[in-house]
Structure formats: structure tokens, C-alpha cells
């Protein structure tokens, strides 16, 4: 059996940006950069399914900010509309090594992937898949792992040409997502925005070092770095968790006409973290 695996290190800079000043970089990169092949006008959804212990223990490593964390998701490229068991979708450990964002995934049918991650169940792979597919089932097992909450939006992709092969820019509006109906096929499935709907986040991701140009383009926009994690977003918007200093609050932002509200949950400051009896 072929190796579906696929892996990749990146530095990763978020910005949170309204969506017509998003559009008017789009452009500008545009001048620069090349549209992601798989990107067509308008974007492509992407929606994620994340697991987490009972006691959230991947989003309190993040509120925590530990150097080395990681998350386990299934994440599906397109729309909702029409998802079988034979759907593609990629089973993807995320981690933070430092300042590094590493992203190892494997491509599986997607009754497959549950089996994996919902049933617990061994599934046939290459040996070269061997190590990822047994980290996986030892994560799932081993911190019993749930579904937890799930994120969509819709993103845009730029690539970069020439010398600046390894630069990617997304930028995704739209988020939103639900913490309930964890079938990516539930029909009517009730998603709310997690983030307010006039704002988009703005990824710039680099193999290595980011390009002048990108930063000199942040300063004249006046574009200020944000630590924002959809996750967490979704975590927080839905009262999973009391909202933490990273939560995107929208009195804090420039206001906009005809918002949709946020989930209304209690805006407390941040808490400690409940104990975990199976943390190691």
C-alpha cells in the first residue's frame, strides 16, 4: 500500500483583519504572489473536527502556552453538502515545537477515519504510516479523546513565485462552527460565528524567514500580530471554557453594521486550569 502520509514544518503570523481591508491585500499580494492552485474565486471550505480529553486538556496547553503541545483533528477540504463514507479527509496531528508549527497527516476515507479516532479501531496502512497511525490510536486511547468542537470557514490561498517558493498567505472569513452534530454530514447542522463576520484572519506562513516585503506591507497597514486559535475561539464562544486573554472580543474592535452576535457566554478572566487525573 502506497504512503498517504504527508508532514511539513512552518513559521506561522496571524492577523486579525476586516474583510474589505483583507480583500485589498489579496490583491496587493497578488502583484507578488501566485493563487494556491486548489484555491479558486472565493475561497474553498475547510471544516475541522477536533478531539479533546473531557477536561480540555489540548486547549488549557494552549491558554497555557506550553513550548511543546499538540492537537488531534479530522479536517475536510470543500463543502458539507453531499459528505459519504468515501469522502477524503486528513487525520492530522498538529503540534508547536518553540516557535514551529509542525502538521503531520495522513488521507484516509472518511468511515475510515472514524473508525480510527471514534471506534478506536486498527486500520490498514503502509509501513510507513505505521509510527503516525499508532501515535494516533495511543493518543485517542490513552487521554480518551472525544469530539469536542468543530470549525468551517472559508479561505483564500496565495502562494509565493520565484525565490519566494516556500510563502504561503491564507486568509479565512466566515468562522464559525458548532459543538454538537459531530458528523460532518449532519443535515441542518446549527453553526453559529465564532468570530464576528466581519473580520477575517490573515495567515502568513514561511518555511523560514518571512520576506521584507511582508512585513514592510504589515507595517504600512498598520496590521498588529495576533495569538488567535480557532479552536480556542470555539472553546470560548461556546462556554466550554471561560473566555481567556486570547479570546477575540468584539467590544474591543472596530464595530461594523448588521453583526451577528457572538454566543453569549460569561466574560470572565481567565481561570485555572482544572486537574486532570490522566495528564502524563
Keep these: 500500500m502506497a504512503s498517504r502520509l504527508h508532514a511539513f514544518n512552518r513559521y506561522e503570523l496571524k492577523y486579525l483583519v476586516p474583510v474589505e481591508q483583507a480583500a485589498q491585500i489579496r490583491d496587493e499580494l497578488g502583484e507578488r504572489m501566485d493563487r494556491d492552485l486548489h484555491s479558486p474565486v472565493g475561497g474553498y471550505g475547510v ?30 477540504y470543500g463543502d458539507l453538502d453531499g459528505v459519504t463514507d468515501d469522502s477524503p479527509v486528513c487525520v492530522e496531528i498538529k503540534q508547536r515545537v518553540n ?16 473508525r480510527l479516532c471514534d471506534e478506536r479501531e486498527m486500520i490498514e496502512h503502509s509501513a510507513k504510516e505505521n509510527a503516525f497511525v499508532d501515535e494516533v490510536l495511543e493518543l485517542v486511547v490513552r487521554l480518551n479523546l472525544q469530539p469536542t468542537a468543530i470549525t468551517g470557514y472559508q479561505r483564500e490561498a496565495l502562494v509565493g513565485r520565484d525565490q519566494d517558493t516556500g510563502l504561503r498567505v491564507t486568509f479565512d472569513r466566515r468562522i464559525r462552527g ?22 477575517s484572519v490573515m495567515e502568513v506562513k514561511v518555511n523560514e524567514r518571512t520576506p521584507y516585503w511582508i512585513t514592510d506591507l504589515a507595517a504600512r497597514r498598520n496590521l498588529s500580530l495576533v495569538r488567535v486559535s480557532k479552536y480556542v475561539q470555539s472553546i470560548e464562544a ?20 448588521a453583526l ?16 486532570e487525573a490522566s495528564h502524563s
Design 238 to 257: 461556546f462556554g466550554l471554557a471561560p473566555r481567556s486573554v486570547f479570546h477575540v472580543r468584539e467590544e474591543d474592535l472596530p464595530q461594523a453594521p
Design 260 to 275: 451577528v452576535p457572538l454566543v453569549p457566554t460569561p466574560a470572565s478572566p481567565t481561570t485555572r486550569r482544572p486537574t
Design 99 to 114: 516557535r514551529v508549527t509542525q502538521k503531520r497527516r495522513i488521507t484516509l476515507p472518511y468511515a475510515t477515519a472514524r
Design 47 to 76: 471544516w475541522s473536527l477536533y478531539y479533546d480529553t473531557p477536561q480540555l486538556r489540548f486547549y488549557w496547553e494552549k491558554i497555557e502556552g506550553l513550548k511543546f503541545r499538540r492537537k488531534l483533528r479530522i479536517r475536510h
Design 178 to 199: 458548532r459543538d454538537r452534530d459531530f458528523h460532518f454530514g449532519t443535515p441542518n447542522a446549527e453553526n453559529r460565528f465564532t468570530v464576528p463576520p466581519h473580520l
